[in-house]
């Protein structure tokens, strides 16, 4: 069974920057595309950002599009999330998930979710 840790939140100051990690374990995600999803308090999650299976395809939200980048690493069964010019509204508990299919950036797609990580933006 597929576990994903995810880690690197915390609390930054609008403008700054986090890096996010989420670590695989149980299943080989190289074949898999990747996700990162965020969900705020009494908000539904949002599908923030997607990678395919070779890193070769990214989809992002109009959100963070120009902010963030997706990227990943094969050989330590890893996905990150950079975020730039980070902005309150960023604030969000942020998991990662698996893609069913090499490459998907449909949300119904995506599953076996991580605990999270909190990012908390202040202004």
């Known amino acids: 069974q597929v576990q994903l840790v995810e880690s690197g939140g915390g609390l930054v100051q609008a403008g700054g920057s986090l890096r996010l990690s989420c670590a695989a374990s149980?299943?080989?995600?190289?074949?898999?595309?990747m996700g990162w999803f965020r969900q705020a308090p009494g908000k539904e999650r949002e599908f923030v950002a997607a990678i395919s299976w070779s890193g070769g395809i990214t989809y992002y939200s109009d959100s963070v599009k120009g902010r963030f980048t997706i990227s990943r690493d094969n050989a330590k069964n890893t996905v990150y999330l950079q975020m730039n010019s980070l902005k309150p509204e960023d604030t969000a508990v942020y998991y990662c998930a698996v893609g069913r299919s090499p490459w998907t950036i449909n949300k119904d797609d995506y599953g076996s979710w991580g605990q999270g990580t909190q990012v908390t933006v202040s202004s």
């Open positions: 149980g299943l080989t995600v190289s074949m898999h595309a």
